[in-house]
């Protein structure tokens, strides 16, 4: 029988400190009302003060030790350690090598990577593609993000968007059904410019984002992707138990469910308590699902990422 890499647990992290739309209000030309319209946004989870030492591999390295207590294993026995982030402690050492580090992952190699808010389905192809080589039998996937320290908390079309989080999953190799079925990856670096975090050197530090054109697109190419994904597992939209969007707007995911023909109980949806939450959004949409009995062993689960590149990444998995 064919080894599938299967996602055996997820485990998250949230910074305690809760920041309403309303403190926005306080200094910004916004409001509750217009964020809450605009995103379905009400609120977000910060680190506690920007300048504290809390370090993205802090976040990361509980989300890890809670999805490997939940799997039940040695963290000595991971093959592998992926951090996808785009606000890491370094640019060097990796953000990965400090959660293995955290973690006792002691025989593990450990890498980050870079495709911003599809980060995760990104790592869960890499992931995916070590488990089927046998390279590695188990792997730590991490999206972790403090993404308040790249805000210009004066941008009002950004800052209102964003929280901080992070999320891990354990997948180790099985024999069976159950793992994932399909991995579908795009980029598109002639759309590079309309959402950027420009290195300190170079320009701004801040956050740089083209609404509107991150939108059209965001719409356009996750429903591609998700298409894309559900077919090269062989399955139709039916088979499908539930959708797990990279959670960066109401609209664009309701966008999403109407062009797929998704009814929204199919649909996870949570942005409207961590904002976007980049590559950590889809293991805490995930961790919420599958901690709440929304899903149940055999089920079919597709994953849609999208995020500056610009990158966009499907999976449909079977648990
Ligand atoms: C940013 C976003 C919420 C703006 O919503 P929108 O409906 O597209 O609004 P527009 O960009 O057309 O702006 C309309 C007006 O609202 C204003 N506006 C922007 N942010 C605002 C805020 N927080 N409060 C009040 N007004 C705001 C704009 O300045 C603009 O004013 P103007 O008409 O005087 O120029 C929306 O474009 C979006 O969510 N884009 C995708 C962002 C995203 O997902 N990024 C991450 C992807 S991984």
Known sequence: MAIRARIVSVGTALPEKIVGNDHFATYLDTSDEWIVRRTGIKQRRFVDDPKSPTATSDLGSIAAKNAIDKAGIDPATIDAVICATFSPDNFFPSTACAISNKVGASKSFAFDISAACAGFVYGLTIANSLILSGQCKTVLLVGAEVVSRTLDFNDRS??????????????????????????????????????KLPVPWNGSPSMFMNGTEVFK???????????????????????????????????????????????????????????????????????????????????????????????????????
Not at 165 to 189: M, N, Y
Not at 258 to 280: I, K, M, Q
């Open 158 to 195: 950004t800052c209102i968007l964003f929280g901080d989080g992070a999320g891990a999953i354990v997948l180790r190799g099985e024999e069976g059904e159950r793992g994932i079925l399909s991995c579908e990856c795009f980029s598109d670096g002639s759309l590079g410019d309309i959402l």
């Open 217 to 319: 697109n965001a719409v356009r190419l996750m429903t591609d992707v998700t298409r894309k994904a559900i077919c090269s597992a062989r399955l139709e939209f039916a088979d499908i138990n539930l959708l797990v969007p990279h959670q960066a707007n109401i609209r664009i995911i309701q966008a999403m469910g109407e062009y797929l023909g998704l009814s929204e109980d199919r649909v996870v949806v949570n942005v409207e308590r961590f904002g976007n939450t980049s590559a950590a959004s889809i293991p805490i949409a995930l961790a919420e699902a599958w901690d709440s009995g929304r899903i149940s062993e055999g089920d079919l689960v597709v994953f849609a990422g999208l995020g500056g590149g610009l990158t966009v990444g499907g999976a449909v998995a079977r648990f």
